[in-house]
C-alpha cells in the first residue's frame, strides 16, 4: 500500500509513503503552484506529481483536502469517461486534461481515495 498525500498552499507539494519489507519509504516532491490556479487545480497538479513516481502497480490511498477531489475521483470520473468528459448536467468536465492525465497515470493501479482526516498512522 502506498500512501499519497498532496498538500496545498504557495507551493505544490506531495508526499509518498510505503511500508516495504519491513522498512519505511517516504518521498518528497514539490512545484511552484502558478498564480491564478484554483486548489482545485493545485490539488490535481499535486496528485499528478506523484503519481509520476510511481513505476510498477500498486494500491494508493490518495490524501486530499477537498472532498470534491475524494468524491470525484471515487465517484464520477469514471463515469465523465464514459459519457465522453460530460458531466451529468451536459456541461464538460473543468480540468479535463489534469483529469485525464489523472487516469492515464492510475491505470495500473487500484486506488481509494480520502479526506487527509481519514487518514491512519502505521
Known sequence: MVSLTTYIKDEIRVILWTKLHGREYTVVDFMSAQKG???MV???KAIILGLSHMN?????EIYVGNQMTVTALNDWVKKWQQDGWVKAN???V???ELWQQIMKLLEEHTY???LKGEMQNE
Open 112 to 114: 481509494k481515495a480520502k
Open 94 to 96: 473543468q480540468n479535463k
Open 90 to 92: 451536459g456541461k464538460p
Open 37 to 39: 490556479d484554483s486548489v
Open 56 to 60: 510498477k502497480p500498486s494500491e494508493i
Open 42 to 44: 493545485r490539488e490535481l
